[in-house]
């Protein structure tokens, strides 16, 4: 068999819902993620790739139901300005759909299928639609409701158990509750996130990860820094702010300790070893270890925790051997239940997770987190010179998936 390894990756930067990428459509994000991956390599032509020398496109996104017009994949490989012979394909899994992206890609590429493939993932919070349910019966007399597929349960089968179809807040409320979990660690926590995004903005870590949007049109600017990043976050000030799912009495979740919805794309390349020659450029990591895993729906925040058990054991690993983590910081809470898990484990130290900030400061557009994550966690095992790291991320329904990755440069010393 084949390895696969990770080549490239980047991202937009990421906006706040309705804020600096309101006015791009979700499409036109993803292919300019695909564009700039190809411009970036060395070894092609940009301006006309050889028919052939990309097998296949593989994009995440949770929604489907707007403008991504159900397979986005295709309408960004389209839109990029690539052969029309690419095929591509959308997967869905939530929050983990572009990270499944790239599972699926990097399994086809060690049974021999492809060499070569673009994976991705892209999501407009701010443009997902409202949909009209059809009647079941024509001419209807009663008033119907629109559903909102920004995010969360919409349209639910009235047989679901209803513990099951509680929001995303009272689902992490009760995790919380299971694991007993304040609302100072989640502040903290928060606070935390803030601030090693901000120094990692500062230091450069994002420089060659991220490419900027131009301006959608003369009322616009260039987007080139995550939105939603607050230096100055304290655990003080967000302690401030009110609880959401829950009244103060009894809640804790808050906009601060919860990660803002977003807009943003991400994509890299995933190959096997001849794609050095295609690409011109040497891999950034190995993928060497897949788990995903799945649990009660309300329980959905601590599921990464067997996913990336499982992906390290299949690695052949154990948790003392892993030197940076990426977790998908969808609420603090959330956070700290896995962190306290993997602890337990053999994790050597909470300060190897999201080194760079995380979801909580960055942003979760629900498709395009997954690439984040792993691509991040490319650059950071480069930097570091670590040899083992792990990208996990949490799924609403009960959902969790993980990858391992290894640092080829380590590899060689």
Known sequence: M????????????????????????????????????????????????????????????????????????????????????IPGTTVNRLCGSSLDAALVASRQIEVGEADLMLVGGVESMSRAPWVLPKTERPYP?????????????????????????????????????????????????????????AEAWDAGHYDDLVVPVPPADRRSSEVARDETVRADSTADTLAGLRTVFRPAESGTVTAGNASPMSDGASAAWIGSETAAGVLGMDPLARIIGRGTSANEPQYFGEAPVEAANTAIRRAGLTWGQIGAVELNEAFAAQTIACLDAWTAEGLRSTDLVNAWGGALAIGHPLGASGLRVLGTLARRLRATGQRYGVAALCIGVGQGIAVVLENINAEQE
């Open 2 to 85: 084949q390895h696969a390894y990770v080549y490239d990756a980047v991202r937009t930067p990421f906006g706040k819902i309705g804020g600096s990428l309101a006015a791009h459509r979700p499409d036109d994000l993803a292919a300019l993620v695909l564009r700039a991956l190809v411009d970036r390599a060395p070894g092609l032509d940009a301006e006309h790739v050889a028919p052939g020398s990309i097998d296949e496109v593989v994009f995440g996104n949770a929604n489907g139901a707007g403008e991504e017009n159900r397979n986005v994949a295709r309408m960004a490989t389209l839109l990029a300005g690539l052969p029309t012979s």
């Open 141 to 197: 007399t009663q008033n119907l409701e629109l559903a909102n597929t920004t995010l969360g349960w919409r349209l639910v089968n009235p047989q679901m158990p209803s513990e099951w179809t509680v929001s995303l807040g009272e689902a992490t409320e009760q995790l919380r509750e299971k694991h007993g979990i304040s609302r100072e660690a989640q502040d903290e926590y928060a606070a935390r996130s803030h601030r090693l995004a």
